[in-house]
Nanobody
Framework: QVQLVESGGDLVQAGGSLRLSCTAS????????MGWYRQAPGKQRELVAS???????NYADSGKGRFTISRVNAGNTMYLQMNSLKPEDTAVYYC???????????????WGQGTPVTVSS
């Protein structure tokens, strides 16, 4: 069994900052690309940022210059530092990770339960 658990979501004023965390636990051989997604009410889930095992990062335009993704491979943990938050950043933020449980051939995506972020104006 593999679990992804997010934390750090909160209510914050516009211009504020939050740091989201995601930790993977369970029977894990290796974790490959990890990412943060978000889903606002009435909208589709969208990619916020992703990071490979080697540390290569990719950001959606909405977060460039404001969000920073990072990970600690030894701790199976990923972070999203969000600065200069805007009301349009309000959404449930989900952790995604491509995880192999026994060997690379069984790699598949896993999702966390989501952590809500609300940015007030």
């Amino acid at each position: 069994q593999v679990q992804l658990v997010e934390s750090g979501g909160d209510l914050v004023q516009a211009g504020g900052s939050l740091r989201l965390s995601c930790t993977a636990s369970g029977s894990i051989f290796s974790i490959y690309t990890m990412g943060w997604y978000r889903q606002a009410p009435g909208k589709q889930r969208e990619l916020v940022a992703s990071i490979t095992r080697g540390g290569s990062k990719n950001y959606a335009d909405s977060g460039k210059g404001r969000f920073t993704i990072s990970r600690v491979n030894a701790g199976n943990t990923m972070y999203l530092q969000m600065n200069s938050l805007k009301p349009e950043d309000t959404a449930v933020y989900y952790c995604n990770a491509n995880i192999a449980r026994t060997d690379p051939s069984d790699t598949r995506p896993y999702w966390g339960q989501g952590t809500p972020v609300t940015v007030s104006s």
